[in-house]
DNA sequence: CAAATTTGACCTCG
DNA sequence: CGAGGTCAAATTTG
């Protein structure tokens, strides 16, 4: 039984089959950014970072798009309410509740199974629980920019009981940082997202060179096929006007 | 010493 | 009220 992966769901729009392609897209430029990853040889340095530069480019564009789709849901379903899962928690402000946290809402969310949880970002976790059905904890990361530029993406990862091998992966929301330095932030769309989102991170203005994202790799080669990455895409969205509570 | 992780409390949703 | 998700203090690690 799959208690997991409600998000299967056949398109129902064609946006929904564009999110879906581009989401499939997306996660083929992933795995073909880990394959330059790992045969990066040092006498290839030169033309390897082209390819690489290439395949970012790729999902960087992926990324645009899904952004740009998610917004446009947004739109015209009036996005105007205290955007979601936004930092903005502080209007409780009298007790600094540590919750006001909406569920993600027309964030893009896809599920990945796969051997390794690389996937050339760097992650930070946040947090980790168990859950009931499953003999394995659930781990929460988040982008390591996520103050130095404001990346909003997520990821959980949680072992399959099937394969403890298998890392069963859910990407929310989509990288508007840049794995290194070389994007600058045109990202258009995301002016959607933060359409009042305060000037907030004033401070930390020294966000590290290279976070270094080799942590924990010891684990698992990433030497699986690209077919091992079965793909539950996800179909959702538009929910803003179906808010509880938010009427006018 | 700073950044990342751990871990328990806290919060929301169903 | 339970389950899932997030925060933040404490701790670990480079």
Redesign the pocket.
Known sequence: MDTLSPWLETPRSNKERVVQQLMHGRQSATQLQILFHNHKHPSEESGASSAEELVRNILTSFDHALSALSCIDQDQTTCNDDSP?C?NRKRLGS??????????RGAQIWTIVSATMEDGH????????K???SKHP?S?FRC?RKYGQGCRA?K?VQRMEDDPQMYETTYIGTHTCMDSFRAPQIIPDSECWESHMGPQIPSKP?L?RE?REG?RTGNDVMDLDPMVWKEILGAHGLDCSSQPGMGV
């Open positions: 899962w930092e007790k600094a509740k540590r919750g006001c946290y909406k569920r993600k760097a992650w930070r976790k946040y947090g980790q629980k859950i009931l059905n659930r929460y390591t997520m959980q020294s590290k976070p942590t």
